[in-house]
T-cell receptor
Framework: ETGVTQSPTHLIKTRGQQVTLRCSSQSGHNTVSWYQQALGQGPQFIFQYYREEENGRGNFPPRFSGLQFPNYSSELNVNALELDDSALYLC????????????FGPGTRLTVL | QQQVKQSPQSLIVQKGGISIINCAYE??????FPWYQQFPGKGPALLIAIRPDVSEKKEGRFTISFNKSAKQFSLHIMDSQPGDSATYFCAASKSQAGTALIFGKGTTLSVSS
């Protein structure tokens, strides 16, 4: 059974640029949630995708957007990067559109200069 | 508004001792309470979880105690080991599609040998 994988591991961008982060969900899981974890803080919910549709969204601006593909992998896109977007971006997978028993990937460390 | 409050922020315990981390929540609609363990540079890993229909759940050296009336729950790590040194996050959610895990701010545990 393959766990949640994310790419890339690290990324450095400059303010105003756009970035795409990728996530492959755990085998058998059809739900992907994205979280932002600032240094020294707990993860904060960005949004969730279930069967290719956005299923819930946290308090993040529209420049944070996502996609889920038929194989349940997912992308997080962030436009017009700001310095405060520097964080660890975590993807978590689960099944059935529910929040229970979410399994996290290793994350992508984004640095915005 | 912080919906899940976690304490202490950091904890130092001797090898073989008991580590106790506490969390309090505000939203009475929460009905799923997991604990996650995170090592530096890694994503959070699900450790143990509880639902409000039981007051305690034990898995190996890890025990969750749950007090519904006080809206509090805690993680007890028995016989703490240096390998347990990590950051621990409590979280809470509703069993409802599209909802998020709401995390506490984390507790950094150091187990000295």
């Amino acid at each position: 059974e393959t766990g949640v994988t994310q790419s890339p591991t690290h990324l450095i961008k400059t303010r105003g640029q756009q970035v795409t982060l990728r996530c492959s969900s755990q085998s058998g899981h059809n739900t992907v949630s994205w979280y932002q974890q600032a240094l020294g803080q707990g993860p904060q919910f960005i949004f969730q995708y279930y069967r290719e549709e956005e299923n819930g969204r946290g308090n993040f601006p529209p420049r944070f957007s996502g996609l889920q593909f038929p194989n349940y992998s997912s992308e997080l896109n962030v436009n017009a990067l700001e310095l405060d977007d520097s964080a660890l971006y975590l993807c978590a997978s689960s099944s059935g559109g529910w929040t229970d028993t979410q399994y996290f990937g290793p994350g992508t460390r984004l640095t915005v200069l | 508004q912080q919906q899940v409050k976690q304490s202490p922020q950091s904890l130092i315990v001797q090898k073989g001792g008991i580590s106790i981390i506490n969390c309090a929540y505000e939203n009475t609609a929460f009905d799923y309470f997991p604990w996650y363990q995170q090592f530096p540079g890694k994503g959070p890993a699900l450790l143990i979880a509880i639902r409000p229909d039981v007051s305690e759940k034990k898995e190996g050296r890890f025990t969750i105690s749950f007090n519904k009336s006080a809206k509090q729950f805690s993680l007890h790590i028995m016989d703490s080991q240096p390998g347990d040194s990590a950051t621990y996050f409590c979280a809470a959610s509703k069993s409802q599609a599209g909802t998020a895990l709401i995390f506490g701010k984390g507790t950094t545990l150091s187990v000295s040998s």
